[in-house]
């Protein structure tokens, strides 16, 4: 059973900090990481995906990945009450075209 | 920019009663899916489809359940006979290459009374 673990949250950081995201997962042969944004009663949007070891970049938002530990972050610079969302992390293994959701973690950025 | 339309936005149904879910995924897509998302639970892979066949499934998507792609712009998600543990939050996906890059569509209300 692959299992993709988040941390339900809520986390709650003020306004121009950075939000530190964090997703662990159970399958040694994963290969794609996605992370994406789910406003309540909305449907998921994705920011971001990363393959490789190391930081992936994209305007305020960095995934890092790090394979040996079997984990993948999200970090949000400059938090924005706008940001205030579910996160989700998502696996891909590469025995599967599908990947795999955690459960998301509720993130509160306040005034 | 592109977006995956789904209709309705909200179906109520009786328990037992067949549904059908709409959805018109991004016209260049294609690889399509269905997900669903319990009120407060993870979201959940139900099946995927390209080149006019189911690619993968989950243990989810039982007999109860069927999709299609009937006229080259919609794709169903039929329930023969639904239940009460059906009320979900069922999402429409589409993407060009494989899993990379899901477009969602806003989602249909399942409630099953």
């Known amino acids: 059973q692959k299992e993709v673990e988040q941390n339900s949250g809520p986390l709650s950081v003020p306004e121009g900090a950075i939000a530190s995201l964090n997703c662990t997962y159970s399958?040694?042969?994963?290969?794609?990481f996605f992370w994406y944004r789910q406003y309540s009663g909305k449907s998921p949007e994705l920011i971001m995906f990363?393959?490789?070891?190391g930081d992936k970049e994209d305007g305020r938002f960095t995934a890092q990945l790090n394979k040996a530990s079997q984990y993948v972050s999200l970090l949000i610079r400059d938090s924005q009450p706008s940001d205030s969302a579910t996160y989700l992390c998502?696996?891909?293994?590469?025995?599967?075209?599908?990947?795999?959701f955690g459960r998301g973690t509720s993130l509160i950025v306040h005034p | 920019e592109p977006e995956v339309t789904q209709t309705p936005s909200h179906q109520v149904t009786q328990m037992g009663q067949e549904v059908i879910l709409r959805c018109v995924p991004i016209?260049?897509?294609?690889?399509f899916y269905w997900y669903r998302q319990i009120l407060g639970q993870k979201v959940e892979f139900l099946v995927s489809?390209?080149?006019?066949?189911?690619?993968?499934k989950s243990e989810i998507f039982d007999d109860q359940f069927s999709v299609e792609r009937p006229d080259g712009s919609n794709f169903t998600l039929k329930i023969r006979s639904t239940k009460l543990e059906d009320s979900a939050m069922y999402f429409c996906?589409?993407?060009?290459?494989?899993?990379?890059?899901?477009?969602f569509g806003s989602g249909t209300r399942l409630t099953v009374v």
């Open positions: 996906a589409s993407s060009d290459r494989g899993a990379l890059g899901y477009t």
């Open positions: 399958d040694r042969g994963s290969q794609s």
């Open positions: 990363i393959y490789s070891n």
């Open positions: 998502a696996v891909k293994s590469g025995g599967s075209y599908i990947p795999t």
């Open positions: 016209s260049n897509h294609l690889y």
């Open positions: 489809f390209y080149n006019n066949e189911i690619s993968e």
